[in-house]
């Protein structure tokens, strides 16, 4: 496994980040020891990263998988607090559920702007100071919008930035893969410490994936790559494709041929622009919701591209 150190931060991590969203109650729902067991199985392989947020709920996946080794895994949350005591009782909580008396790199998530920077500034003021007690080694943000990514740059507390990025663009909320590469240059330049997320357009882009991912593993501005990982076999395969191992063809084909299903998300508005771009009449709405008929669906990944609220994913 390789690893990089995220800008001017000096923490050192692998290149592929286990994106904790999938094993957790949003996603696959496994079990505490089934999930902890994924990341350990991640974690004996080389990767040093997890990437998780308050949302996610899976805290307590990462206490159990870090037993034993809390100093070595670099850790990064994130939350939505906007207020002092918002922060602090998000910073506390995700204190108290990995088992430690600080954490790695903590963030606002999903920034949009600086609007949107500035209207949480109380929030940030916290963690601020928190980095000086000790309680951070990092700040961030992670966010969907180029806009966001432009305002983090020149914010000099602002250290960590994770921002969405893949080869077609799928999720990037104000613009296209050139406006937010633009953005990332100009950070990069800057000093922060960048990782993607999204590699894999939520899934949309697994017909595509190997190219999707040699796309991001050659932008020299990512130090990492979170990707969301729900079995020993995707694990296996990921560390070997990272590390450019030989990746055995079984193991190939258990990946490529492990049951998908397609996930809309609770923050589905209901716009009904993944209904009109379904071809095969899978989406339909019901209230205020997008549903799937499962036996209709291709699991083609056309519907997430047009999504504005990257709302649908192949998981």
């Known amino acids: 496994m390789e ?22 109650p949003l996603q696959a729902n496994l079990t505490i020891a089934e ?4 990341i350990s199985r991640a974690l004996d ?21 870090i037993q034993g080794r809390r100093q070595d895994v670099v850790i990064c949350s994130k939350c939505y607090a906007y207020t002092r005591e918002g922060m602090q009782e998000s910073l506390e909580a995700a204190l ?29 003021e916290y963690l601020f100071e928190a980095k000086k007690k000790g309680q951070v080694r990092a700040v961030g ?3 969907h919008h180029v806009a966001a990514v432009q305002a983090a740059a020149e914010i000099p507390e602002i250290e960590v930035i994770h921002p969405i990025i893949n080869i077609a663009g799928i999720g990037i909320a104000d613009g296209g893969v050139e ?34 991912l040699d796309y991001v ?64 009449k899978a989406l339909f709405l019901a209230g205020e919701r997008v549903r799937v008929k499962t036996e209709l669906c291709r699991l083609c990944g056309y519907c997430g591209a047009v999504c504005p609220m990257f709302a649908i994913k192949v998981i």
Request: proline share 2%; aromatic share 10%; hydrophobic share 40%.
């Open 217 to 280: 593993l050659g932008l020299p501005e990512l130090a990492s790559i979170a990707v969301g990982m729900q079995n020993f076999a995707e694990v296996d395969y990921n560390i070997r494709y990272f590390s450019k191992a030989y990746i055995p063809e079984e193991l190939s084909q258990r990946v490529a041929q492990q049951a998908r299903r397609l996930h809309i998300e609770e923050w589905c508005q209901g716009c009904g622009a993944c209904v009109d771009r379904c071809g095969a």
């Open 35 to 38: 999930g902890a067991a994924v």
């Open 45 to 65: 392989q080389g990767v040093n990263f997890i990437d998780t947020a308050e949302l996610y709920r899976t805290y307590p996946y990462i206490q159990r998988a």
């Open 96 to 124: 108290r559920g990995i088992q430690r008396d600080y954490i790695d790199i903590f963030m606002l998530h999903e920034q949009e702007s600086l609007l949107t920077l500035k209207g949480h500034w109380e929030a940030l």
């Open 141 to 143: 943000i992670s966010t």
């Open 179 to 212: 406006d937010m590469l633009a953005a990332i240059r100009r950070a990069h330049q800057a000093g922060k410490g960048i990782y993607g997320m999204k590699a894999l357009g939520g899934g949309n882009l697994l017909p595509r994936s190997q190219e999707a």
């Open 3 to 24: 690893y990089r150190v995220l800008g001017d931060t000096g923490i050192k991590v692998s290149r592929l980040c286990f994106g904790a969203l999938t094993i957790g």
